[in-house]
């Protein structure tokens, strides 16, 4: 049965013909009468992710993502939650992400592979699927790798809202790769941010952060070293891509105040943090069964202490409490962000009419009948499937 791939107005207009096809065909069949129950995935493709964000705006979508995130933050306790399991190499790591509520499931695809960009490929790439758990029917296929990038912007946002000063407006930018823009812009737009200080080993990653934050309203700082673009930072966000142990901010470039937004260190041999820096500051994690093994906290003590953020969120522990602490996001990614990410994606598809429908599932008039999917339409067996005299 061969896949097709149809605009969702089309989609909803071949649906209702089958749905008239089937009621007559249950007319004949009573064993097998039931209501129709539709199919069809929604797909979103790179192409109809980028027109909703055209079509939408950058800025309004980073703050859509922004709420649909802290809303099922505030929701923590509805959810089956575990860590994501990841397939390592010596090149990189593949990951599946799952999460569900009593309404919902979805996971995503993920990997993260730092040498691919010398072959042409991206660092991280991605998809996902929601799907409805009453009954296990997918709903949603979308594109995950420009979502994952906008989420993980948003979610750092939504973090530094509760934990930066509020007066930040100043922000060092260490990795200027494919995530530094939505860092950026998602700082400016939900924070105030007014100016970045960039730092890369790599030149060409700055020169290409620099051509797309021209006409943004931020002003951009291109500094030679780590230590030049944190001083005078008040929010320093560390997006690095190298798979190692790494100590990218070290106590000595700390400064009363700060806001850490450690996102490069997430999975096990990765990190961007002296220890001593996260013994200077007050910690912040995700789910902490992931981020012990995978973030900055990797290298600390298993009893070492750190707050949830959705706790901090919901008012039942503090953030920030004085102008001079210095906090840590130790921001890893977790499949919560995926989902709000998700819902996103779908309302603002049905919002605009974008979206395809994709014959994912087979479309049977019995449920039980699979093997009919294989006969023609005159009920007889194709040439390959006849027995051979």
């Known amino acids: 049965m061969t896949a097709r791939l149809t605009p969702i107005a089309a989609a909803s207009a071949a649906s209702a013909a089958s ?48 709420a649909s995130i802290r809303e ?51 660092t991280v790439m991605a998809f996902g699927v929601l799907a409805d ?3 296990g029917r997918p709903q949603l296929l979308s594109e995950l790798t420009l979502t994952t990038a906008l989420r993980t912007a948003a979610t750092s946002a939504v973090a530094a809202q509760a934990l930066a000063r509020p007066d930040s407006r100043v922000m060092a930018l260490i990795g200027n790769g494919a995530q530094s823009e939505f860092q950026a812009l998602a700082f400016h737009h939900l924070l105030g941010i007014e100016e970045v200080r960039l730092f890369d ?15 943004t309203g931020l002003g951009v700082t291109v500094c030679v070293s780590t230590p030049e673009a944190v001083r005078g930072a008040d929010i320093v966000t560390t997006v690095t891509a190298d798979k190692a142990r790494a100590t990218i901010i070290t106590p000595a ?15 096990p041999g990765k990190t961007e943090l002296h220890p001593d820096v996260l013994r200077a500051a007050r910690v912040f994690v995700e789910y902490p069964p992931q981020t012990r093994v995978e973030g900055d906290i990797q290298h600390m003590p298993a009893d ?66 699979l093997f009919g999917c294989l006969l023609n339409h005159a009920g007889a067996a194709p040439q390959s499937l006849r027995r051979v005299a």
């Not at 470039?253 to 999975?267: F, K, R, S, T």
């Open 19 to 66: 749905a008239a096809t089937a009621a007559t065909a249950t007319r004949d069949a009573p064993a097998i009468a039931r209501a129709p129950t539709p199919v069809g995935v929604t797909y979103l493709s790179v192409d109809t992710v980028v027109e909703i964000v055209r079509r939408k705006g950058l800025a309004a979508c980073l703050h859509g993502m922004a």
């Open 72 to 122: 099922d933050f505030l929701r923590w306790n509805d959810f089956d939650k575990s860590a994501r399991v990841g397939n390592h190499s010596a090149h990189g790591v593949i990951e599946l992400m799952p999460i569900s509520d009593a309404t919902h499931y979805s996971f995503k695809y993920v990997n993260g592979h730092p040498a691919n960009p010398r072959i042409g490929l991206p």
């Open 133 to 135: 758990v009453a009954t």
């Open 201 to 215: 080993v790599d030149p060409q990653a700055t020169a290409k952060l620099v051509a797309n934050l021209q006409g």
């Open 253 to 267: 470039m700390i400064a009363p105040g700060m806001h850490l937004n450690a996102v490069g260190g997430d999975c």
């Open 304 to 369: 070492f202490a750190v707050t949830e953020l959705w706790q901090v969120l919901a008012g039942t522990q503090p953030g920030r409490t004085r102008a001079d602490d210095i906090t840590v996001f130790d921001s890893v990614g977790f499949a919560l962000e995926d989902l709000s990410a998700l819902r996103f994606l779908r309302d603002a598809a049905t919002e605009l009419g974008l979206g395809e429908t994709l014959a994912l599932i087979p479309d049977m008039a019995d449920p039980k009948n």
